[in-house]
C-alpha cells in the first residue's frame, strides 16, 4: 500500500518569503505527482502536477520532483497571506486513485 | 469548473445509526471518489468507481459501502455508524484516475455521537 508523508506538519512563514514543502512516497512505480490547496472551511483544489522528474514551474509555484530518493517538493515564492491554507500532496501509480499525503499547514504572517 | 454537489452538508447520527451520503456529479466524469478527512491523516480514499456498477475497494473502507447508481450519483453509505467515522467526507470526480485532475464537493461533516 502507497504511504505518502508530508512535512513539516506546520509553518509559518513571514510575507515575501519562500515557503517550500516536502513530500515522500513509498512505491517507485508511483508516475503522477500533484499538490493540491484547500482554504480553511474549502474543498481541496488542484495547483499543479508533474509526470517526469526535474522542475516545473507555473507563476510563484514550483515542483521538484526526483523519483529516485522518492520525494517532491512545492516551492512558493514571494508567499503572500492568500497562500495560508492546507496544502496536501498526491501520488498515483500504475492508473489507480491518487493517494494523498497527511498535509502541511501554512501560515503566511503580514 | 467541473461541479460536484455533495448532501447533506451536515449530519449527526447516533451510534449504530444507518447513514447515507449523497453524491452529484455533472461534470461527465467516469471516476468518482469518497475520501475522508482526519486532522493528522490528511484525506484517505474510501471508495472509488469507474462508472455506473462498479465499485472498488480504496483504503480504508472498513465500515463503510458504496454504490454507483448512475454516471452521476455515487453514494456512501455507514450501515452500523461508530464514533471513530466522525469526520469531513468529501466526494470527487475526475474525467480518468491516476492523472487527471481530480475535482472536490464541499464536503459534509458527520457525527456520530
Known amino acids: 500500500q502507497q504511504k505518502v508523508q508530508q512535512s513539516p506538519e506546520s509553518l509559518i512563514v513571514p510575507e515575501g518569503a519562500m515557503t517550500s514543502l516536502n513530500c515522500t512516497f513509498s512505491?517507485?512505480?508511483?508516475?503522477?505527482f500533484a499538490w493540491y490547496r484547500q482554504h480553511s472551511g474549502k474543498a481541496p483544489k488542484a495547483l499543479m502536477s508533474i509526470f517526469s522528474n526535474g522542475e516545473k514551474e507555473e507563476g510563484r509555484f514550483t515542483i521538484h520532483l526526483n523519483k529516485a530518493s522518492l520525494h517532491f517538493s512545492l516551492h512558493i515564492r514571494d508567499s503572500q497571506p492568500s497562500d495560508s491554507a492546507l496544502y496536501l500532496c498526491?501520488?498515483?501509480?500504475?492508473?489507480?486513485?491518487?493517494?494523498f499525503g497527511t498535509g502541511t499547514t501554512v501560515s503566511v504572517s503580514p | 469548473e467541473a461541479a460536484v454537489t455533495q448532501s447533506p452538508r451536515n449530519k449527526v447520527t447516533v451510534t449504530g445509526g444507518n447513514v447515507t451520503l449523497s453524491c452529484r456529479q455533472t461534470n461527465s466524469h467516469n471516476y468518482m471518489y469518497w475520501y475522508r478527512q482526519d486532522t493528522g491523516h490528511g484525506l484517505r480514499l474510501i471508495h472509488y468507481?469507474?462508472?455506473?456498477?462498479?465499485?472498488q475497494i480504496g483504503d480504508v473502507p472498513d465500515g463503510y459501502k458504496a454504490t454507483r447508481t448512475t454516471q452521476e450519483d455515487f453514494f456512501l453509505l455507514l450501515e452500523l455508524a461508530s464514533p471513530s467515522q466522525t469526520s469531513l467526507y468529501f466526494c470527487a470526480s475526475s474525467p480518468g484516475t491516476g492523472n487527471t485532475e481530480v475535482f472536490f464537493g464541499k464536503g459534509t461533516r458527520l457525527t456520530v455521537v
Open positions: 498526491a501520488v498515483s501509480q500504475g492508473g489507480r486513485a491518487l493517494i
Open positions: 512505491d517507485s512505480a508511483s508516475q503522477y
Open positions: 468507481s469507474y462508472g455506473a456498477g462498479n465499485l
